[in-house]
């Protein structure tokens, strides 16, 4: 039983690390806050890695679902720039 724990804290606690730059994705949407030049906020890593490491499942279906709406937004917006295509 803590073997399946520890693996599941330990694949959110990568899924933190690896969507850090992409966190928007996961709760504000497409647009994000430009972040202060040269200014890393280690503060905020650590709690995106916490957060993630808990609640990856719930991070994992909801950036699949901004994934979603983006590539549906996109596809709509080409139709609209190109006719031809319809």
């Given at each position: 039983?803590?073997?399946?724990?520890?693996?599941?804290?330990?694949?959110?606690?990568?899924?933190?690390?690896?969507?850090?730059s992409?966190?928007?994705?996961?709760?504000?949407?497409?647009?994000?806050?430009?972040?202060?030049?040269?200014?890393?906020?280690?503060g905020?890593?650590?709690?995106?890695?916490?957060?993630?490491?808990?609640?990856?499942?719930?991070?994992?279906?909801?950036?699949?679902?901004?994934?979603?709406?983006?590539?549906?937004?996109?596809?709509?917006?080409?139709?609209?720039?190109?006719?031809?295509?319809?």
């Amino acid at each position: 039983m803590s073997l399946a724990i520890g693996l599941f804290m330990l694949f959110g606690a990568c899924l933190g690390i690896a969507s850090y730059s992409n966190r928007h994705l996961f709760s504000e949407g497409p647009s994000k806050l430009d972040p202060a030049p040269g200014r890393r906020a280690w503060g905020g890593v650590v709690y995106w890695l916490l957060l993630c490491t808990l609640l990856w499942p719930i991070m994992l279906l909801t950036g699949l679902n901004t994934a979603w709406v983006l590539a549906k937004r996109k596809r709509l917006q080409s139709r609209e720039v190109d006719p031809s295509q319809r």
